[in-house]
C-alpha cells in the first residue's frame, strides 16, 4: 500500500522528514557531540586507573608524604622530651655545615659503599661466570649462596659477630693454622672491613642470581664465533660478556650503591660506630643525632642529605649508561 505524505502549501511537494530514533534530539548518546559516554576508551582507562591506584596511593603515603614531612622537621627543632616543636628556619642547615664530625662520617661511608660496591659486584659475577658452566653441583652451590639472601638480617649479623670476637671461630680456624688473629670488631683497622666482607656476603647471590640470568640470555653462537677468529677467554669476556650484559651491571649496581648508604643494622650489631667513629656511616650517625640524643630536627637535616647523596649518585650512573651499556646510545 502506498504511502502519501503530507504536500507543502508552498511548494506544493511533498513534505519527507526523517524518521529518527533514541532521544527526541536524535542523538545516540548523553553527550552533546553525540558520542556515547561510555565508551571503549573511556572504560579502559578506567581500568587502568583502577589499576594503578593502590600503587599510587601507596606512593603518596609512603614516600613522598614522608619526604615533605622530613624536609618540615629540618626547619624545626623538636624536642619530645620537653614536648617543644619550635621553628628554627636554616639552623640545623648551618650546624650541618659546621658539624666536625660529618666529614669523618662521609668519609666512613665513602669507603663502606665504595668496598661494598666493588668486592659485592665482582664476587657476584665470578661467582655467576663459575656456576653457569654445565658442571655437576652447580644447582647445589646456587642454592648455598643465593640462601644468606633469605635468611634474617639481625640473626645473620649476631652469628658473625661471635664468629668475629677475639675468641671467635674466625681466630680458632686461623689459630689451628698458627696464625694470630685480630679482635676483628675492636680494631680500627678491621672493624670497616669486617663489617664490608660481612655484608659482602649477605648480599652477594642477589647478584649472583641476577648476573646468573643475563649470562643465560648471552647467544653461545657468538663465543664460538670468536672462538673461531682465535679470541680468548679474556677477549671474549671483555667483547662479548660485558657488552651484553652491560644492563643488568647497571642495575645492580644501582642497588647495591643504594643498599650501601642505608645499611644500619650491620653497624648497630656488630661495632655500634666504634671504635671511636671509624664504622660510623650515616644512616647511623643519623639514628644517633635523632633517637640517642634526640635532635630530632638535625636528625631531619642528615636524612635530607643522606636522600640527596642517593639522588645524585642515582642521577650519575644512569645518566653514564649511555656511555657504556649497550643499545642506549
Do not use: C
Request: net charge positive.
Amino acid at each position: 500500500m502506498a504511502v502519501s505524505h503530507p504536500r507543502s502549501a508552498v511548494t506544493g511537494r511533498a513534505d519527507v522528514r526523517p524518521v529518527t530514533r533514541g532521544n527526541a534530539t536524535g542523538r545516540t548518546g548523553g553527550t552533546g557531540s553525540g558520542r556515547p559516554l561510555w565508551t571503549v576508551r573511556r572504560r579502559d582507562n578506567l581500568v587502568g586507573y583502577l589499576l594503578i591506584t593502590p600503587q599510587l596511593l601507596g606512593s603518596v603515603l609512603f614516600v613522598l608524604l614522608p619526604l615533605g614531612l622530613v624536609l618540615w622537621y629540618s626547619l624545626h627543632e623538636w624536642n619530645v622530651l620537653a614536648g617543644t616543636f619550635e621553628f628554627v628556619g636554616t639552623e640545623n642547615y648551618d650546624r650541618l655545615l659546621a658539624d666536625a664530625n660529618l666529614r669523618e662520617v662521609l668519609a666512613g661511608t665513602a669507603v663502606f659503599s665504595a668496598g661494598l660496591v666493588v668486592f659485592n659486584l665482582a664476587l657476584a659475577l665470578l661467582l655467576a661466570i663459575l656456576l653457569n658452566q654445565r658442571l655437576r653441583g652447580t644447582t647445589f652451590f646456587r642454592t648455598v649462596f643465593f640462601s644468606p639472601v633469605v635468611v634474617s638480617l639481625v640473626a645473620w649479623t649476631i652469628v658473625w659477630q661471635f664468629l668475629l670476637q677475639d675468641d671467635g671461630g674466625v681466630n680458632g680456624l686461623l689459630g689451628a693454622a698458627g696464625v694470630d688473629g685480630p679482635n676483628w670488631l675492636r680494631g680500627e683497622g678491621t672493624a670497616m672491613s669486617a663489617v664490608i666482607v660481612v655484608q659482602v656476603l649477605k648480599n652477594v647471590g642477589l647478584n649472583m642470581v641476577l648476573f646468573l640470568a643475563a649470562l643465560q640470555g648471552v647467544p653461545a653462537q657468538l663465543y664460538e664465533a670468536a672462538a673461531l677468529d682465535g679470541a680468548g677467554a679474556w677477549t671474549r669476556f671483555r667483547r662479548i660478556t660485558v657488552p651484553l650484559i652491560s644492563p643488568t651491571i647497571l642495575l645492580t649496581s644501582i642497588i647495591t650503591v643504594v643498599g650501601s648508604l642505608q645499611v644500619f643494622a650491620q653497624i648497630a650489631v656488630l661495632t655500634q660506630g666504634g671504635p671511636g667513629m671509624s664504622t660510623t656511616v650515616l644512616v647511623y650517625y643519623l639514628y644517633q643525632q635523632a633517637f640517642q640524643f634526640h635532635h630530632f630536627g638535625y636528625g631531619a637535616t642528615l636524612s635530607v642529605l643522606l636522600f640527596a647523596i642517593v639522588a645524585l649518585l642515582t642521577v650519575v650512573q644512569w645518566r653514564m649508561r649511555r656511555k657504556w651499556v649497550i643499545d642506549e646510545t
